[in-house]
């Protein structure tokens, strides 16, 4: 079964621009706001593939104020305080005006038109699908598509708006909001801040989040300072580094403080503990984690492996050159051996041509 893939996208109401986009196979989440708002501040220059050509993205900054939904990652702490550290005033829209997000989900109908057109495509309902096989027809590559989208959201930005009578890009210049953008001077800084997090104390030797120790030479100035619960801030997709926001506003990056494990993920992590609980109950300690998350990969590689081979296999199967029907001499024509005195003869009847000239 192929996974459902999630678009998140933020739009500028007053001239329909698109200020950023994010997609993922995961549920919409303070993940993917968090992400989908540090593609909204950054520069972004969209390569034509083939060519030298580069495309007109010139949304960067930060956004004054954000109209969001009532969804419970909204109305998330680090959501919350990350818009109110970074100035950013959130909106939230009134419960049942649903005409309120009418201009987001007409550009994500828009859009999803154009991906209808990509192979793979599951349509927009079954019946629109019919028999087409999309897992075998699916061809990209999630980096492919993230190309691909960025292009049709360049050309979305070029095509007349109705509601507009004029281009997003013309009316975003218009306006004067290719240079009023508030810009990012440390970008890194504030993605980080949006990221969801976990209050946690620290040990006299680390600081521990979900089963996994974690270490920076700064923490030990801070060990038996009397520092209390502090944030630790994780990007959910990869576990391997932490950011722990301190008493006195500093955020200090830490990563494992065994520098040999591999990088994991916040859902590898979630199954191999429910795995470990099934079997053996209790908590898993952070070596063994590693162990079940590496036997659960090796599993998953060696399916994917047959998969794979099962379906070139099959490919190779439809490939191969139609087998040629067996010889049936008895339906065959030959040419007859006038030099062999042994086949039968069959008499000649001579005649005189009376044209013919002696």
């Given at each position: 079964?192929?996974?459902?893939?999630?678009?998140?996208?933020?739009?500028?109401?007053?001239?329909?621009i698109v200020l950023?986009?994010?997609?993922?196979?995961?549920?919409?989440?303070?993940?993917?706001?968090?992400?989908?708002?540090?593609?909204c501040v950054r520069r972004k220059a969209i390569h034509v593939p083939e060519t030298l050509e580069e495309l007109v993205w010139p949304t960067s900054g930060i956004p004054k104020a954000i109209h969001v939904d009532n969804g419970q990652d909204f109305h998330s702490e680090a959501f919350k305080s990350a818009s109110e550290d970074w100035g950013i005033a959130v909106e939230y829209r009134p419960p049942g005006a649903t005409h309120f997000g009418g201009h987001i989900e007409r550009l994500i109908g828009?859009?999803?038109?154009?991906?209808?057109?990509l192979p793979g495509t599951t349509q927009s309902s079954a019946a629109e699908k019919g028999d087409y096989d999309s897992e075998r027809h699916a061809a990209l590559t999630l980096a492919e598509f993230e190309d691909w989208l960025h292009l049709e959201v360049c050309r979305y930005h070029n095509m007349v708006h109705e509601a507009l009578g004029r281009t997003p890009l013309a009316a975003w210049v218009d306006l004067g909001e290719d240079t009023a953008g508030r810009q990012v001077v440390d970008v890194e800084a504030?993605?980080?801040?949006?990221?969801?997090?976990?209050?946690?104390?620290?040990?006299?030797?680390?600081?521990?989040?979900?089963?996994?120790?974690?270490?920076?030479?700064?923490?030990?100035?801070?060990?038996?300072?009397?520092?209390?619960?502090v944030q630790v801030k994780y990007d959910p997709r990869d576990l391997s580094q932490v950011w722990v926001l301190v008493d006195d506003g500093r955020m200090i990056p830490a990563r494992y403080r065994d520098l040999s494990r591999p990088r994991i993920s916040l859902w590898e992590s979630r199954r191999a503990r429910k795995e470990w609980h099934d079997r053996h109950g209790g908590r898993i300690d952070e070596k063994a984690l590693f162990q079940v998350i590496d036997a659960q990969r090796r599993l998953a590689e060696a399916a994917r492996q047959k998969t794979r081979i099962a379906r070139l296999e099959s490919e190779r199967a439809v490939r191969l050159p139609k087998q040629k029907p067996t010889r049936d001499p008895s339906r065959e024509m030959f040419a007859t051996d006038t030099g062999n005195p042994d086949l039968p003869t069959y008499p000649i009847e001579e005649f005189d041509d009376p044209r013919r000239k002696n």
């Open positions: 079964m192929q996974p459902l893939m999630y678009l998140t996208v933020a739009i500028d109401v007053a001239t329909r950023g986009v994010f997609v993922s196979f995961d549920a919409p989440s303070a993940l993917s706001i968090a992400l989908c708002l540090d593609h828009t859009t999803m038109g154009a991906v209808h057109v504030f993605r980080t801040s949006f990221l969801p997090f976990e209050w946690r104390k620290f040990g006299r030797t680390r600081i521990t989040l979900f089963g996994v120790h974690y270490w920076s030479d700064i923490f030990a100035s801070l060990v038996g300072r009397g520092q209390g619960k």
